[in-house]
Nanobody, 115 residues
Framework: QVQLVESGGGLVQAGGSLRLSCAAS????????MGWYRQAPGKQRELVARIFSVGFTNYADSVKGRFTISRDNAKDTVYLQMNALKPEDTAVYYC?????????WGQGTQVTVSS
């Protein structure tokens, strides 16, 4: 089983930055596809970024050029560096691990961006 714990959320002004962290437990972290998703008020959860075991990344169009996903396999941790934050980035951000087709989720961390 995989356990994921997010941290780093908070309240920031538009244009500011935050770095989210997701600490994973369980073996085989380096082989897992990791992702960040978010759910804004009244909206469906959406993919923000993914990073595959080989390091390839995907980003939602809305965050390209502003967000960077990375992973530190030695620490079993995935990060989401968020720059140039906008009010529309306000959401609960969830860490995701896909392990042989099975999804695991963290509890989420709130990111609020004020205008």
């Amino acid at each position: 089983q995989v356990q994921l714990v997010e941290s780093g959320g908070g309240l920031v002004q538009a244009g500011g930055s935050l770095r989210l962290s997701c600490a994973a437990s369980g073996s085989g972290f380096s082989r897992n596809t990791m992702g960040w998703y978010r759910q804004a008020p009244g909206k469906q959860r959406e993919l923000v970024a993914r990073i595959f075991s080989v390091g390839f990344t995907n980003y939602a169009d809305s965050v390209k050029g502003r967000f960077t996903i990375s992973r530190d396999n030695a620490k079993d941790t995935v990060y989401l560096q968020m720059n140039a934050l906008k009010p529309e980035d306000t959401a609960v951000y969830y860490c995701n691990a896909n392990v042989y087709g099975n999804d695991y989720w963290g509890q989420g961390t709130q990111v609020t961006v004020s205008s």
